[in-house]
């Protein structure tokens, strides 16, 4: 546990839907555990290390960091191997529970995720932890007004996608784990509510599947940085970003925080930080900015 001395912490918070668990609270972060029905606080201290409060939930928290973005990749394209040095201390989080993490990603869909983990919060209290038979059977118009910030209409999906997973799966989708890819993924498809960017979500951060979920985020990075040849984020596009970062570039599915990562970082939409990005030397806009003298 040494390690933990290295952790990125909000890094760690900022990128991955397995960390909307956790509602930024104070300077840290604040997460409700149902089965002890108590909140827990997490804070990086200045020297790095990681206090949580209280102190007897400090192996249970630790255990849910499973391991640095340095572990992600093994292949060896540039911008990928120079992106997992200089993420190192970011960790992956573990969220094992793949129908809390369907939800927490329904409540991201055209949302922020700041919006999201307080929503997902709210509904952690009020049903003392949200579960598939709890959210079948929840009252519409109470979960709108739970939910009205992360949009009222999703208790549609939450009611009805939940019900479904009763109806067709017996109240849980922990098969998906080990059925193929696909047919995983066509199952997650058919739940109301969700689209291909939420069931990628859900089969890389909590069933084990090694996809990449395609955002407008990651074609605009993946573009830029030569990663893929397709333009703009339309769902054509996105298409092809994924079928070039899974098929034709063989990317495992977490080394796409990587990609998060520089574009929350440094490849922004709007005035990206060419000159202090840590691929700026290698990266294929250079030489159009050169030509445009830029820098
Ligand atoms: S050099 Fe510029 S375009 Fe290339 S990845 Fe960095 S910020 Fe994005």
Same mark, same amino acid.
């Given at each position: ?14 990128? &991955?839907?397995? /960390?909307?668990?956790?509602?930024? %609270?104070?300077?840290? %972060?604040?997460? *409700? %555990? ?18 949580? @409060? ?12 499973? *391991?640095?973005?340095?572990?992600? %990749? ?18 992956? $989080?573990? +969220? ?24 997902? *919060?709210?509904? &952690? ?10 959210? /079948? ?12 910030? @992360? ?10 996608? @939940? ?24 199952? $997650?498809?058919? +739940? ?6 939420? /069931?990628?979500?859900?089969? +890389?951060? @909590? ?89």
């Amino acid at each position: 546990m040494d390690a933990m001395m290295d952790v990125d912490l909000r890094s760690t918070m900022d990128i &991955q839907i397995t /960390a909307l668990e956790w509602m930024p %609270y104070e300077n840290g %972060y604040l997460k *409700y %555990y149902p089965d002890e029905d108590r909140d827990v606080y997490l804070e990086q201290c200045p020297d790095g290390t990681l206090m949580v @409060s209280p102190e007897r939930f400090r192996a249970r928290v630790m255990s849910e960091f499973d *391991y640095p973005l340095d572990q992600v %990749y093994c292949g060896d394209n540039p911008v990928l191997l120079k992106l997992k040095e200089f993420y190192r201390h970011c960790w992956v $989080l573990k +969220l094992h529970d793949p129908y809390i993490s369907l939800i927490i990603t329904i409540l991201t869909q055209n949302k922020t995720a700041d919006s999201a983990r307080r929503t997902f *919060y709210r509904l &952690q209290h009020r049903y003392k932890g949200i579960d598939v038979h709890k959210m /079948a059977a929840a009252d519409k118009g109470e979960l709108e007004e739970l939910i009205r910030t @992360s949009g009222p209409y999703k208790a549609d999906f939450i009611i009805r996608c @939940s019900q479904e997973i009763i109806d067709r799966y017996g109240g849980s989708i922990e098969w998906m784990r080990d059925a193929p890819t696909r047919e995983a993924r066509e199952a $997650l498809l058919g +739940l109301y509510g969700v689209g291909p960017k939420t /069931a990628d979500c859900v089969l +890389l951060f @909590s069933l084990g599947h090694s996809v990449v979920p395609v955002d407008t985020h990651i074609c605009r990075v993946s573009e830029r940085t030569g990663l893929s040849m397709a333009t703009g984020d339309s769902e054509a596009a996105k298409r092809k970003v994924k079928e070039d970062l899974e098929k034709r570039r063989r990317i495992p599915g977490m080394a796409h925080l990587l990609i998060i990562n520089l574009g929350r970082d440094f490849c922004k939409a709007v005035a990206p930080l060419h000159s202090i990005c840590p691929v700026g030397d290698i990266c294929p806009k250079r030489d159009e900015r050169k030509e445009k003298k830029l820098t």
